[in-house]
């Protein structure tokens, strides 16, 4: 039946309720929508509300928090770097993996350290993995653009995989975010992160393989096995240190479950994970034995057991307030009772994150989950205090013995845990806390789950504002005075070395092979290593995380080397002015004077002078802020056959550079 037509609406009267609606549910008003109206907003609504759009979210928003709970680490990718030997020696290995990668060659081993010689990098912190993926940056915008960047998305990556983890076990979004958030945002990791990279990048496989354990155990199967096993071999080719701690994890979520219930799945799909890690990890693993079996490794025993009582955690200085309180004005919170020796880092759970992550342990204590993972975090917490026990700045020893040559305490566990065949580097105990974050981690997301599952609490939404209020206070880090800024190339001090097309080797000094034990010669610039990037002369220095036996033997053989050494200890006597051996002139230096002193004889000089030219030593440049200091090394310089080139101004810093002349 037909409707009886009535009169025109007016041009100006209201829509008709009996109007259609246009295309996306919008009234047709005569008024066409904007094009990113029609175009884009159904798309982001709809990938918004996919499950990777979600994810995708989520990483951009934890990447976000990252950036600003390090601020201002991340306007360091405009051009800057740490001042630090940990920083140049990442931004060198950048550079020294995407060189092997370009020329097809083997980055475990490199004469462009501890030149002629050259050093094995089995045991250094290299990073080969994150190296290889970051090639094109490397080879494009330069290594340390390459290492700002990592350094840059590392929290928020540590925050999501956390969070991945989180939902296995939560069942509410917020308390898995907030269990990322605690967990890569901690002040713990991001101190870790704008220092010792290595050792955040890590850490990120500790969520990793906990999920990859827990989704075998769930559906033991090839593809789970496949699963874990890369991400074992990935923490390998990332940081080895960091790899243990994976494997313990691992092992922690898997023994029980294939001892107690045995079965022909379990065992092919955790074979198959061990299979697929050893084929991955194979080329690290490889290095690092070859690295033994010349004696690398060979480090003395006493030498290790001195550094098991230094990087202990005092208590109660593991669970206060971190420092970070202090960039909010509370800085009398800031006491965190570490001992009288400095940790490596900041590992300290934070008060927020103890008290939550307890709050969790009561709220859903009757799971098991929730039992293991508090031993967990006591049981690394323990492990973490060291050889020794410190309260406040006050050590204690029970049941004391000694070992090796040190006082050790035969009741805490860290004596025990590294007597563990193959355990017996790992000289930081306080690295044991970053395992012991985790758990820690979930139990806190596992109470803020808890209050979001709270239907009834009144409170709830301030409760769990409050939470984030006050996380704000203790999360992040945003850097140290004590360590300043350095550019990221020295093109003035480098111009005459790097238009110079040889091979020959550039001597640093001050000069030495510095990392982890033993070392050898004293500390010696940062700057060099990074210039090294640029003009691709090898050096005489070398900074690994292990100083290999072998090489430091083979570099006192020598003689130009052994006798720098022992000059770089000596200082200028107090002598009449009329002496010129007491004033640094570059070009009428007094070696004369210098060998006086030092009772160096002329065949000593003569032979250093040739054991440098048949090192094919071209140039040394002088980093030492004042040059007087180093008097008799610059006499030595010149009477082995170095000539002064040029002076560069470094802000209030003269760098020296010299040339060798044979002959």
């Known amino acids: 039946m037909e409707r009886a037509a009535g009169p025109a609406p007016s041009p100006d009267a209201p829509p008709s309720q009996d109007t259609p609606p246009a295309p996306g549910g919008r009234a047709a008003t005569g008024v066409k929508p904007a094009w990113w109206h029609r175009a884009v907003l159904p798309h982001l609504r709809h990938a918004l509300s996919s499950h990777a759009g979600q994810q995708a979210a989520i990483l951009l928003g934890f990447l976000a928090a990252g950036v600003a709970l390090t601020w201002p680490r991340a306007t360091y990718l405009t051009g800057s770097l740490p001042e630090s030997r940990d920083s140049a020696a990442y931004v060198w290995g950048f550079w020294w993996v995407a060189h092997q990668v370009t020329h097809l060659g083997n980055p475990w081993f490199t004469p462009h350290m501890a030149a002629p010689v050259g050093v094995d990098l089995g045991f250094h912190t290299l990073m080969p993995l994150p190296g290889l993926l970051l090639t094109p940056v490397t ?36 308390g898995a975010v907030a ?35 827990v989704r075998l155990r769930r559906a033991p199967g090839p593809r789970q096995g496949v699963t874990l096993g890369l991400v074992m071999g990935a923490a390998v080719l990332t940081d080895q240190e960091s790899a243990v701690l994976a494997a313990i994890v691992t092992a922690l979520a898997l023994v029980p479950w294939l001892v107690w219930h045995p079965g022909w799945p379990k065992v092919r799909a955790a074979t198959v994970a061990v299979a697929t890690g050893s084929v991955l990890a194979i080329p690290q693993i490889i290095a690092m034995v070859q690295e033994i079996g010349v004696g690398g490794l060979a480090i003395p025993a006493s030498t290790l057991a001195v550094s098991y009582k230094q990087y202990g955690i005092g208590l109660p200085g593991m669970f206060t307030p971190t420092p970070r309180v202090a960039d909010f004005g509370l800085g009398v919170l800031a006491s965190p009772f570490l001992h009288s020796r400095d940790n490596e880092g900041m590992p300290m759970f934070g008060t927020l994150l103890t008290v939550l992550a307890v709050a969790g342990i009561v709220a859903l204590w009757r799971r098991r989950s929730t039992r293991l993972l508090a031993a967990m975090w006591l049981g690394c917490a323990v492990l973490a205090l060291g050889a020794s026990l410190w309260v406040g700045r006050v050590q204690y020893l029970p049941l004391a013995s000694v070992w090796n040559g040190v006082r050790v305490s035969d009741l805490m566990p860290y004596t025990w845990f590294v007597r563990i065949p193959g355990l017996s580097s790992f000289r930081e105990a306080d690295r044991l806390a970053i395992l012991g974050l985790l758990p820690a981690a979930l139990l806190a997301g596992a109470a803020v789950d808890w209050l979001a599952r709270r239907k009834q609490l009144r409170y709830k939404l301030p409760l769990i504002a409050a939470v984030a209020v006050l996380a704000l206070l203790e ?43 033993p070392v050898w010669g004293v500390p010696y610039f940062p700057q060099a290593l990074v210039m090294a990037t640029e003009d691709n002369h090898p050096r005489g220095i070398a900074y690994t995380a292990r100083v290999p036996n072998n090489t430091v033997n083979a570099l006192r053989r020598h003689p130009f080397y052994s006798d720098l050494i022992f000059l770089q200890h000596q200082t200028v006597p107090t002598c009449p002015w009329n002496l010129t051996g007491c004033v640094y002139n570059p070009h009428q230096p007094s070696a004369a004077i210098a060998r006086g002193y030092l009772d160096l004889t002329a065949g000593e000089i003569a032979a250093a002078r040739q054991d440098a030219a048949r090192m094919h030593i071209g140039w040394a440049v002088v980093w030492k802020r004042n040059p007087s200091d180093q008097a008799f090394v610059l006499n030595y310089l010149h009477d082995t056959g170095f000539r002064f080139a040029y002076l560069y101004d470094i802000g209030h810093d003269n760098v020296l550079v010299y040339r060798h002349v044979q002959g």
């Open 475 to 517: 999360l992040g880090y945003s850097g140290t005075p004590k360590v300043g800024k350095m550019p990221t190339s020295y093109a003035g001090v480098d111009r005459l070395i790097s238009a110079d097309r040889s091979s020959s080797a550039v001597v640093d000094i001050p000069f030495g092979l510095r990392g982890g034990i």
């Open 139 to 174: 080879l494009v915008f330069g290594p340390s653009a390459s290492y700002n960047l990592l350094v840059t998305l590392i929290p928020g990556l540590l925050c999501y995989a956390c969070y991945r983890v989180a939902r296995l076990w939560l069942s509410t979004t917020t």
């Open 179 to 213: 269990a990322g958030a605690f967990f890569g945002l901690s002040a713990m990791l991001t101190q870790q992160d704008w220092y010792h990279v290595n050792i955040a990048a890590g850490a990120l496989f500790l969520p990793l393989a906990l999920e990859a354990s």
